[in-house]
């Protein structure tokens, strides 16, 4: 086994990016207050292939030093939209035909891999402010939240990470 080289990856051009059919999921971040979270988001948006990412409230917006060092460019291929308050984003979403989700731990949630709509499109994905989640207001806007299952102490993930958990779920189950 070895690893393989850039050249073997066959990355595509930022041009060939934009070109490509997306995964019909778009992911909605939440005042987020780390602009290196929001980097981060970009740069899975781009692994996977998500078709956009709409950044709410105070969400750092491209172009911001921290999200250009952890995105490493995504922030120049991956659709991007902002709006000041979730609900125009939602409302925008639905009127596409969207299913709308909050991903947080609430009454009644979906757990990610017990849940069949992972395969139906379009999709949009809430993610929320580091410290307090997605706002009760977004999820009452929402058809329901999908939770990630967590057996340790902690019961929180990092947003980069819960978006890479998420997200990874959502294409895998396509792939299928």
């Known amino acids: 086994m070895r690893k393989l080289s850039m050249d073997e990856l066959g990355r595509m051009s930022p041009e060939e990016f934009r070109q490509a059919s997306k995964i019909p999921v778009v992911v909605v971040l939440e005042n987020i207050r780390s602009a290196y979270n929001v980097g981060s988001v970009f740069r899975t948006c781009d692994a996977?292939?998500?078709?956009?990412?709409?950044?709410?409230?105070y969400t750092g917006c491209p172009p911001h030093k921290e999200i250009r060092k952890t995105a490493l460019g995504a922030e120049e291929t991956v659709t991007w939209k902002h709006f000041a308050r979730s609900s125009e984003a939602i409302g925008e979403l639905?009127?596409?035909?969207?299913?709308?989700?909050a991903v947080e731990q609430a009454e009644n949630s979906i757990a990610l891999h017990k849940t069949a709509l992972l395969t139906e499109a379009p999709l949009a994905v809430i993610f929320g402010n580091e410290v307090t989640g997605v706002e009760q207001a977004t999820i009452g806007e929402c058809e329901g939240c999908i939770e990630i299952p967590q057996l340790g102490m902690k019961h929180?993930?990092?947003?980069?990470t819960a978006a890479g958990v998420v997200l990874w779920e959502l294409v895998r189950s396509r792939l299928d």
Do not use: D, H, M, T
């Not at 929180?156 to 980069?160: G, V």
């Open 48 to 57: 996977f292939l998500i078709e956009a990412i709409y950044l709410i409230g």
């Open 94 to 101: 639905k009127a596409a035909g969207y299913r709308v989700f």
């Open 156 to 160: 929180s993930l990092n947003i980069a």
